[in-house]
Nanobody, 126 residues
Framework: QVQQVESGGGLVQAGGLLRISCAAS????????MGWLRQAPGKERELVAT????????YYADSVKGRFTISKENAKNTVSLQMNSLKPEDTAVYYC???????????????????WGKGTLVTVSS
C-alpha cells in the first residue's frame, strides 16, 4: 500500500510558476514509478507527466512540454512537478500517482498507476 500526500497547490497569475510535490510513505520509494494527472471541471482527466523509478526517463503531455518538469528524489521519498509559464488552462486538481515496477521505463498511461493521492488544487488566474 502506498499513501501519497500532495502539497504546494494554490493560486497563481498567468505566466507565473508553482511547484507541487508528493510525499509517499513507503520504505521502497525507489521501486515506484510515478506521475501527475490533472482533472479540470468539465474536462477529461489528463496525464501530465510521468517518471521512471530511477528518475532517468520522463514523459510529458504535449500541452505542458517545455513548461513543466517532473523530478523524483528517492532519498526524500518525494516527486515534484515544477510548473512554469502557467496558463489559465492549467487550472485543475493535480493528482499524484504511483505504481511498483521492475521496469526502468516511465508509465505510459494513467490506468497503469495503482495508487493515487487526494490531489492539490492549482488555480491560474488570467
Amino acid at each position: 500500500q502506498v499513501q501519497q500526500v500532495e502539497s504546494g497547490g494554490g493560486l497563481v497569475q498567468a505566466g507565473g510558476l508553482l511547484r507541487i510535490s508528493c510525499a509517499a510513505s513507503v520504505r521502497t520509494f525507489s521501486s515506484l514509478a510515478m506521475g501527475w494527472l490533472r482533472q479540470a471541471p468539465g474536462k477529461e482527466r489528463e496525464l501530465v507527466a510521468t517518471i521512471s523509478r530511477s528518475g532517468g526517463s520522463t514523459y510529458y503531455a504535449d500541452s505542458v512540454k517545455g513548461r513543466f518538469t517532473i523530478s523524483k528524489e528517492n532519498a526524500k521519498n518525494t516527486v515534484s512537478l515544477q510548473m512554469n509559464s502557467l496558463k489559465p488552462e492549467d487550472t485543475a486538481v493535480y493528482y499524484c500517482g504511483a505504481r511498483y515496477t521492475y521496469s526502468m521505463d516511465y508509465p505510459k498511461s494513467a490506468d497503469s498507476m495503482s495508487y493515487w493521492g487526494k490531489g492539490t488544487l492549482v488555480t491560474v488566474s488570467s
